[in-house]
């Protein structure tokens, strides 16, 4: 998380063996004015987001321009396609152009950070998390009223992650301790007090009693399945646990400093991806795990360490948020079995409480693996989060990121340009989350206040719902008036 490594430092392995005669890396730097994206994930990203090439052809002679919304109407009418109803890729199109920077509507308001915010997979719940162990599950369809309201037990410094079981049924939340808890959210009392109203059972993730209280965990997912666990930890380690057994079935010293974020890569629960302070995203196939803390892959490119990782849930590309204040986009088919460099030292600063350096914002490295990186949001004083825009509703068009300059930054996946910012908290945005079929965003901010984003053309909630006063309403900001367009 940061407390291990307050300086700018590289690990000996962070570069290739491309080094000088003195076995050093040498730093590189970017221009400003460039960005290049590999062409398989801009065509991939272009057949999920636009109409088939017929439709575009017959409905728009210019073809610089989308296909307009109300032709689209008209196609589906008609049944051009002959099946009678939008493809997904048509959906994308559409729903894709409307950018959730309405509002916002503050839905929740607590007197402690936020940490956490998550839709449920079929987005009717709406998961948030606080400092001050606060759980709160929200009704998003109805109203967004409060469903279960979980006081979290045996909490340490704050609620560091969450996951929502696919089927909806049990929740569980780490802190800064070896216990994971996991709630049944299904039934009973709205109010969750562990061990009074609802049972919050633990989960020892510790397997050394000697270690047993010696680490905390930053991340932890379900499996599609619901029947593991995968968390990361300050004790540089990942965890699988299985929870039909309810024990930790492995355990892997994966990296050299704080593991901060983990996920799967897929449905299938076989790929492992990581990140962690030694600034490194890794890579770890369960099929063939062979020698204990040895990865299938490594990813070289953060010059700081990696604060999130989302899988675009093909087992194939992820991005990643780093304290080099960048989102990465990475192929897991660059990743390199090894990697060895020496350690120099750049930049004496510290994330938690400084400004990052204005010279290391031009550095690059020089062996980077990824297939582009995208700037302009802020990375400090605590982890935050990156997504990618979901696929049933923008076919992953967009990349979207949470900000220390208490903001939200929506990026064009392709062009890399910024299309949108959303400002309205007070503190970070440490966590936000895009509705998984609707233009609607949710952001959770230090500051206390969830507030929910919705298109343009939506009712704009009245000012008494935003308990702010209008003359200091800050207002969303929309780069350009955003058009789905490839050509």
């Not at 009973?188 to 050394?208: K, M, P, Q, W, Y």
């Not at 230090?446 to 308990?467: E, H, T, V, Y």
Request: with cysteine; charged share 25%.
């Amino acid at each position: 998380m940061g407390y291990k490594m307050s300086k700018l430092e590289l690990d000996s392995n962070t570069c290739d063996n491309d080094t000088g005669s003195s076995g050093s890396c040498t730093f590189q730097r970017f221009s400003r004015g460039s960005f290049e994206i590999d062409s398989e994930i801009a065509h991939i990203t272009k057949l999920r987001s636009e109409p088939n090439e017929k439709l575009h052809k017959t409905m728009n002679s210019e073809k610089r321009m989308p296909v307009s919304v109300v032709k689209m109407l008209s196609a589906r009418e008609a049944n051009f396609s002959k099946t009678g109803n939008f493809s997904l890729a048509d959906r994308s199109h559409v729903l894709g152009r409307y950018l959730p920077v309405n509002g916002p509507c503050c839905i929740d308001r607590m007197n402690s950070r936020a940490y956490v915010s998550q839709f449920s997979a079929d987005g009717s719940l709406f998961v948030a998390g606080f400092q001050g162990s606060h759980i709160r599950i929200y009704d998003a369809d109805n109203g967004w009223r409060v469903k279960k309201d979980i006081l979290a037990r045996s909490l340490r410094w704050t609620i560091t992650d969450t996951s929502l079981s696919s089927d909806q049924h049990y929740l569980v939340y780490a802190s800064m301790s070896p216990i994971v808890h996991i709630v049944d959210v299904r039934g009973g009392s709205a109010e969750s007090r562990a061990n009074i109203t609802d049972v919050h059972d633990g989960l020892d993730f510790s397997v050394d009693e000697e270690r047993e209280n010696t680490f905390g965990i930053f991340s932890v997912k379900f499996s599609s399945d619901g029947r593991e666990l995968v968390a990361g930890s300050s004790d540089e380690s990942i965890y699988v646990y299985d929870l039909e057994a309810n024990t930790v079935a492995l355990r892997i010293s994966a990296h050299s400093a704080d593991v901060n974020t983990v996920t799967f890569a897929d449905e299938t629960g076989h790929l492992i991806y990581s990140g962690g302070d030694d600034n490194f995203c890794k890579v770890w196939d369960r099929r063939c795990f062979v020698s204990k803390g040895r990865p299938a892959g490594i990813l070289v490119g953060h010059i700081e360490g990696i604060t999130f990782i989302d899988s675009r849930g093909d087992g194939r590309y992820f991005i990643s948020n780093g304290k080099d204040q960048t989102t990465k986009l990475w192929d897991i088919r660059r990743m390199t079995s090894t990697v060895s460099c020496s350690r120099p030292r750049t930049f004496d600063w510290d994330y938690r409480w400084m400004k990052y350096p204005e010279g290391a914002k031009l550095v690059r490295h020089p062996s980077d693996q990824s297939l582009a990186t995208y700037r302009g949001h802020s990375v400090l004083r605590t982890l935050i989060r990156c997504y990618f825009s979901p696929a049933r509703s923008t076919g992953q068009r967009f990349i979207y990121t949470g900000s220390s300059d208490h903001s939200v930054y929506i990026y064009d996946v392709v062009t890399g340009a910024r299309v949108a910012k959303l400002d309205y908290h007070e503190s970070a945005v440490r966590d936000c989350n895009w509705h998984p079929d609707y233009p609607v965003l949710v952001t959770s901010s230090w500051d206390g206040d969830l507030a929910r984003w919705d298109f343009p053309g939506s009712r704009r909630p009245a000012p008494s719902k935003m308990q702010r006063s209008a003359s200091t309403e800050p207002r969303p900001r929309v780069d350009r008036l955003y058009t789905v367009g490839f050509h």
